[in-house]
């Protein structure tokens, strides 16, 4: 099935923009790599931000509060914490598997096996490499071991333009003899041992690169550079290509000297160094990088001043060198997100069956339907690896994560199966005895059907007799229709009181909005907008279960500054009355009877109450606020009344009132992207870490909603979210006009959603392995349950697994995951997925069974975790050792003896160079200053918890071009992530799960953009107030349909952008474009695989 002719792609000598790198690796993917989140805000706003905060006087607003700030993105860290013991008893739910051994990995400063498993690559030289495949002709030879001592890095990395560079064909081999002057050597050099040969164990699906054998033809003094390479100084810059001083920037884009440097850009000239950065002998040194002259230059590293440069590298000084010829790797050649994905959709023509361990689903961007015959569907549980190792050992040596990605409660298809309710009366489910895994299609019964043995631990169990029934001639029990807990790998049961806390049956749960009254709140129109829709709109969409005609949601109301207003909606009242609590100290509820109560019954109340709310506070002058208390106060009201629920805050400012949970601001951009900026991204203190334990314990969860016009240290704030399983969502300079229909939105789709309350998830799986590390929003106890106050579609965890014993080859492995939880009904569920995988001892069994979405979400989550407990540079170094290794393996083990100068890619891992690349270069690790530590933040809490379709779209963004957008296609065919590919004519649409763009193209058709837009050119457009409105057209209605559907299938609304071309916000559109060069550096797609085949080269020798 797997069968495929090898690709062959040959990619062989490295860049000369790569070999210009000092030795010094400490200058990996730095914080020259800057991708925003999106684009800063405009000049108004970002003066207005710099301003100190008052808190005796209320603040004032920009002119223009619409702008767009820098679209902050947090997902938090899920790092280890000691918690006390559990009060809640459920033996028959939590029973440990004897194999269960806690890990350490919940204490406190508990490193993750990730940072510590010794993934570090030395910073020893790296020779130049050749493709010496074709004997046809010699090895190029250089005499320059200067040149050869000299490693290079992505990090620095500036890419040539590669559309005048000559191109070739998969097996072309290019070799250019250098001209330069001294004696000559050969590669490799007589004094370093050649390349062994790999072995070939099988024949396999791989992608081979090689690419040209070149060598500039002058490495000595000369004018000449390489193409694409501008001078930085002169007017003589190459086309296309902006000049780095002076006034002649490229339209839309700043010089990099100057008064009018970018923000977060370094100038290439004058005294002000980058954040952070060390001293060195001359001005200019980034950091990590040696002196530009003087004698204290590392040993072959030509001046940066003076006509001596390294290819690709341009000179600091001196008169504009004329670009000489470079043969580089054409970008069409080597493999690419789009064609992988158009080639997985072209394959499926049928059902994705599930009846046999071992299968290779799908990828998880792809459209496909499953058939659940025995594992469960994959969109609730997917593997990094669908065959197992059968030693430790071999998954230290591949460096292939052993993981899984679960998201129990995700959405199916129209025509997928739901999982089924399963009854097994009042005795409740069937288990093993010994290791208390639920009754699964695996267990085998013997003995008539009286016992069955446990697929996990290998035990017998004597059959419930209400529970028997005979079995068939192939040993099957006749009734295995007709149950799903033995045909398929997902199904529900209803648990019994023994499931339930203090053995009674729990309530419904219950919403509560919080809403902040103060100043701020007021002014923007937020209190009396978010009173507008939950009177109008969101009441008519609380959550019901399955096809009940009414929901059993309980809701109440309370609103803060300094003190909390409870109010009494009691359907008994003529008017709702209101009480105030202004002892914060000692926080409690003044009510009990009346604060909660069914919108059914109490309608007319409530609309009164959310009528007078922005009447009541219309004059406030009060600026402060508090938010411990508020949230200390709704796990009270839904503890008083016995049940599970949601509570809703929507707050806009600081917590800065004197209270528990006060905090100041610490914001320090400076820090961002250095060693100590896992204090900023870390909690201030443990208030609200303390809040999200309880929550996580009482049933419930925390919804954030901020609308912050300053940094309100979502770092600390956000840990009541993260441990309790609940949400924030981020709204900067919050307007109606702009933000008001995607706050109707997402608080729609955060009712609508799947999600239940009170969960508990647990992870069982056969002898000789076990689940060691946790990564997700969930708060544990122990080192193998995960508590949810909440948990929904959207949110998804990855597990670690790691050998215990030895795996027998001859049979599969087993993995369970059991959830049990509170309907949205009140009714007490467990959730059961099994996964069957086989097991391997051979690495040719390995690879071809990889998914690399499963790899890249758990690696991406790993890193994230990895912020608060490592460097940036550490985090970024050992991504990209991984990945080389990875690769190293394979080749050592399974590829063909090959050619040393070409790079063997697995066919199930081809996209790992691309994939690893665009997540260095992500918002998530770079750690500029342009993203504000609220950003961050709210990215690292939202990618904690994204699933494998949506990490697998934020790491490659998708791209659609809209001026050729007809009705029956839509979506329209992707446009990789390359600005070659972008027309000057054309309008694309981009969107990477987050946020979403239109780029208009500069000689955009002026009809297109009447209508689309409604204006009569492009210049007309304001692109930080535009939308796409309803106009009476098919091109308005397809791309409507288009961005709909989109913002569906990411479950969230995406802010969107408008972008010109050339305009001054371009170059942060272009930062989502991963396959090109950073905009302030870092490698491109092509740079970075040659990167990654030296790597790969200095481990195989």
Request: aromatic content about 8%; hydrophobic content about 30%.
């Amino acid at each position: 099935m797997l069968a495929k002719s090898p690709v062959p792609l040959n990619v062989g000598a490295f860049p000369p923009t790569m070999q210009q790198q000092s030795q010094a690796t400490s200058q990996t993917f730095s914080n020259q790599y800057r991708s925003p989140i999106l684009p800063p805000n405009f000049q108004e706003t970002q003066q207005y931000q710099s301003q100190p905060q008052n808190p005796n006087q209320p603040p004032v607003l920009p002119p223009n509060s619409s702008g767009s700030q820098p679209y902050s993105s947090h997902n938090s860290l899920m790092h280890p914490l000691s918690h006390p013991p559990s009060s809640i008893n459920q033996e028959q739910f939590l029973s440990q598997s004897p194999q269960m051994i806690p890990n350490g990995t919940n204490q406190p400063g508990a490193q993750h096996p990730y940072i510590n498993s010794g993934l570090q690559l030395s910073s020893t030289s790296m020779q130049p490499e050749y493709d010496t495949s074709n004997q046809s002709r010699p090895p190029t030879t250089i005499a320059n071991p200067q040149f050869q001592n000299a490693p290079p890095h992505p990090l620095n990395t500036t890419s040539s333009n590669m559309n005048d560079t000559p191109s070739f064909k998969p097996g072309q081999y290019h070799n250019v003899q250098p001209v330069y002057n001294g004696s000559s050597s050969s590669y490799p050099p007589n004094n370093q041992a050649p390349v062994p040969p790999v072995g070939h164990t099988s024949q396999f699906n791989y992608s081979h690169i090689s690419g040209p054998s070149s060598m500039p033809s002058n490495l000595v003094a000369g004018p000449n550079t390489y193409p694409g390479q501008p001078p930085l100084g002169g007017p003589n810059a190459y086309p296309g290509q902006p000049p780095s001083s002076g006034s002649n920037a490229y339209p839309g884009q700043p010089p990099s000297s100057g008064p009018n440097v970018y923000p977060g850009q370094p100038s290439l000239s004058g005294p002000n160094k980058y954040p952070g950065q060390p001293p060195s002998s001359g001005p200019n040194a980034y950091p990590g990088q040696p002196p530009s002259s003087g004698p204290n230059a590392y040993p072959g590293q030509p001046s940066l001043s003076g006509p001596n440069t390294y290819p690709g590298q341009p000179s600091l000084g001196g008169p504009a060198q004329q670009p000489m010829t470079q043969t580089r790797i054409d970008p069409n050649i080597v493999p690419n997100v789009i064609q992988v994905l158009e080639q997985s959709q072209e394959k499926i023509q049928e059902p994705f069956i599930t009846n046999a361990p071992g299968l290779l689903p799908p990828l998880a961007a792809t459209n496909f339907t499953c058939q659940d015959q025995g594992s469960c569907n994959p969109r609730f549980m997917r593997s990094t690896t669908y065959s197992i190792p059968n030693t430790a050992d071999i998954v230290k040596q591949s460096h292939i994560p052993l993981a899984l990605s679960i998201s129990p409660l995700a959405q199916v298809q129209s025509d997928e199966l739901e999982p089924p309710l399963a009854s097994f009366g009042e005795t409740g489910p069937v288990r093993c005895h010994r290791c208390k895994a639920y009754m699964c299609s695996f267990m085998q019964f013997i003995d008539g059907g009286k016992r069955f043995i446990c697929c996990y631990c290998e035990a017998a169990t004597d059959v419930p007799n209400e529970y028997f029934n005979h079995l068939d001639h192939s040993g099957r029990r006749m009734d295995w229709y007709q149950r799903p807990e033995l045909c398929i790998g997902s199904y529900e049961i209803l648990a019994t009181k023994q499931y339930c806390k203090d053995e009674k049956w729990p309530e419904p749960p219950a919403f509560i909005f919080m809403i902040d009254v103060s100043y701020n709140s007021v002014r923007s129109g937020l209190v009396e907008y978010i009173c507008h829709i939950l009177k109008n709109d969101l009441l008519d969409y609380l959550p019901k279960d399955g096809n009940a005609e009414t929901s059993t949601v309980r809701v109440g109301f309370a609103t803060f500054d300094k003190q909390i207003h409870f109010y009494n909606i009691k359907s008994t009242l003529g008017q709702p009355q209101m009480m105030i609590v202004s002892d914060i100290e000692d926080i409690f509820v003044p009510l009990l009877d009346g604060f909660l109560c069914l919108p059914q019954t109490s309608r007319g109340v409530i609309n009164s109450l959310l009528d007078q709310i922005p009447q009541t506070f219309a004059s406030t002058q009060e600026t402060e606020t508090i938010l411990a208390p508020v949230i200390q106060s709704g796990i009270q009201a839904l503890k008083g009344a016995n049940c599970s629920g949601k509570i809703y805050i929507f707050s806009t400012t600081l917590p800065i009132a004197v209270a528990p949970g006060k905090l100041s601001n610490r914001e320090d951009k400076k820090l961002l992207g250095t060693e100590k900026e896992k204090t900023l991204l870390s909690p201030a203190n443990d208030v609200y870490t303390k809040l999200g334990e309880e929550c996580a314990q009482s049933g419930c969860a925390v919804d954030l909603f901020v609308f912050p016009n300053n940094y309100v240290d979502l770092a600390t704030i956000g840990e009541v979210c993260r441990l309790s399983g609940g949400e924030i969502y981020k709204f900067n300079y919050f307007s109606i006009d702009n933000d008001g229909e995607r706050l109707l939105d997402e608080l729609k789709r955060n009712f609508q959603r799947t999600t239940v309350f009170d969960a508990l998830m647990r992870i069982r799986t056969n002898t000789g392995i076990r689940p060691v590390d946790f990564l997700g929003h969930f708060y544990m106890t122990n080192s193998t349950e995960m508590i949810f106050g909440t948990m929904d579609a959207d949110k998804t965890v990855a597990v670690e697994l790691k050998h215990d014993d030895k795996l027998p080859t001859e049979g599969n492995s087993y993995i369970q995951v059991a959830l049990l939880y509170t309907s949205i009904s009140g009714q007490r569920r467990l959730r059961i997925l099994t996964l069957a995988l086989t097991v391997t001892s051979s690495y040719a069994s390995l690879y071809p069974l990889c998914d690399l979405d499963t790899i890249m979400n758990y690696t991406m989550k790993v890193a994230i975790r990895s912020i608060l407990l490592s460097t940036p540079k550490s985090i970024r170094d050992s991504i990209i050792t991984q990945a080389a290794n990875m690769l190293a393996c394979y080749r050592k083990h399974c590829a063909q003896s090959t050619a040393a100068g070409q790079l063997i890619l697995p066919e199930t891992l081809k996209l790992l160079p691309m994939y690893a690349a665009a997540l260095l270069k992500s918002d998530l690790l770079t750690g500029t200053q342009t993203v504000t530590t609220d950003d961050r933040s709210w990215l690292m809490h939202r990618l904690m918890s994204m699933n494998i379709k949506g990490s697998s779209a934020y790491l490659y963004p998708r791209i659609y071009p809209l001026h050729t957008l007809e009705e029956n296609q839509i979506p329209p065919p992707m446009v990789r992530c390359l600005y070659e590919r972008f027309s000057d004519s054309g309008a694309y649409v981009i969107e990477n799960g987050l946020v979403m763009y239109i780029w208009l193209g500069s000689q955009i058709d002026p009809t297109f953009v009447q209508n689309l837009f409604g204006f009569q050119t492009a210049a007309n457009i304001q692109p930080e107030r535009c939308r796409i409105i309803e106009l009476d057209n098919s091109l308005s209605k397809n791309v409507r349909t288009l961005l709909n559907l989109t913002r569906d299938e990411r479950n969230s609304y995406m802010k969107l952008f408008i972008i010109r071309q050339r305009d001054a916000m371009e170059p942060f559109f272009k930062n989502y474009l991963v396959e090109d060069k950073g905009f302030t550096g870092g490698a491109s797609y092509v740079d970075f695989l040659y990167h990654l085949h030296r790597e790969i080269r200095n481990i195989l020798q």
